[in-house]
């Protein structure tokens, strides 16, 4: 069995501090993990992937994030906050049985 | 490529009517899937195919939803009975290969109020 856990359901940063984003996984197999973003309004758009590469992926947007395996996590960070950052945020483990399970979501705020 | 594309982008019907969601994926996607997001519960998958087969659709909530997808082309997510209950916004995606570890693509949604 599977499951993710997204420990915040807001997180608030003011423009141009660092954003650290949650995630915790479980799963029977290696997993692979993603971290979507949603804006309002819109669809869902993939920022990251991790399958099995390099634990330390890189995205979109200047976010990144690194794979634990002894921790179980998978968090999101960026240096550096922007305005448009301001959005829902989506960790997502899937497996080899072809089971999605997206996390509940995180908010973020970005204070001027 | 236009990205997967959904129609209507807005619903408003009442209780008991019939409702079809329509999904065009991106051309040459093998797999396809249906989302349902609300405040409650998040964002649900609901059915998902690869080659036009439904795979897996343990999570349409019950007999009143349906899925096709005739083609490669084109799927549909179909509600009769509808109940305001299932006012919610319904995403389709859509993904090149395998459904578990390739990225999914988004389309814009459909959002349903049953009133």
């Known amino acids: 069995a599977q499951s993710v856990t997204q420990l915040d359901s807001h997180v608030s940063v003011s423009e141009g501090t660092p954003v650290l984003l949650r995630c915790n996984y479980s799963?029977?197999?290696?997993?692979?993990l993603f971290w979507y973003v949603q804006h309002p309004n819109k669809g869902l758009q993939l920022l990251l992937k991790y399958t099995s590469a390099a634990t330390l992926v890189k995205g979109i947007n200047g976010f990144e994030a690194e794979f634990k395996k002894s921790e179980t996590s998978f968090h999101l960070t960026k240096p550096s906050a922007h305005m448009s950052d301001a959005a829902e945020y989506f960790c997502v483990v899937s497996a080899r049985d072809d089971k999605i399970i997206f996390g509940k979501g995180t908010r973020l705020h970005i204070l001027p | 490529d236009a990205g997967v594309i959904q129609s209507p982008r807005h619903e408003v019907t009442e209780m008991g009517q019939e409702v079809t969601l329509r999904c065009k994926p991106i051309?040459?996607?093998?797999?396809l899937f249906w989302y349902r997001q609300t405040m409650m519960r998040g964002l649900e998958l609901l059915i998902y195919?690869?080659?036009?087969?439904?795979?897996?659709d343990s999570g349409m909530p019950e007999d009143r939803f349906s899925a096709k997808m005739p083609n490669a082309s084109f799927s549909t997510l179909k509600i009769q009975p509808s109940e305001p209950r299932d006012s919610a916004v319904y995403f389709c995606?859509?993904?090149?290969?395998?459904?578990?570890?390739?990225?999914?693509?988004f389309g814009p949604g459909t959002r349903l109020t049953v009133l």
């Open positions: 799963s029977s197999y290696s997993p692979s």
């Open positions: 995606a859509s993904s090149l290969w395998s459904g578990s570890t390739d990225t999914q693509y």
């Open positions: 051309s040459g996607h093998d797999y």
């Open positions: 195919f690869n080659n036009n087969v439904p795979i897996d």
